[in-house]
C-alpha cells in the first residue's frame, strides 16, 4: 500500500512502530502470511495492504484496552482489600 494522504502516512508508522514488538511468528500465523513478509513488514520493505494494516492496529488497541482494564481492576482489588 502506499499512502495516498497524511492518515494513510500516520496509520504506516504506527504500524511499523507497534508490531516491532510482537513477534513474527506470531503475526505471520495470525495474519495467514509467511514470516519472512512479516520481518520485510517489519524492516519497512514491504507494507501490507490498508485491510491488514488495519486489523493489526485494531487488534493492537484491543489488547491494550483489555490491558488497561485488567490493571484498573487489580488496583480496584488492591484497594479493597487494604
Known sequence: MKPKSPRDQEMIERFQREIQRI???ILAERFGTSRP????????RN???RSVLES???ILDETKSKRA???L???IKRRKSS
Do not use: C, H, N, Y
Request: aromatic share 8%; net charge positive; proline share 9%.
Open 69 to 71: 482494564f485488567a490493571k
Open 23 to 25: 513477534p513474527s511468528r
Open 73 to 75: 481492576e487489580r488496583e
Open 56 to 58: 493489526v492496529l485494531r
Open 47 to 49: 507494507i501490507p495492504t
Open 37 to 44: 513478509t512479516v520481518d520485510r513488514w517489519k524492516a519497512g
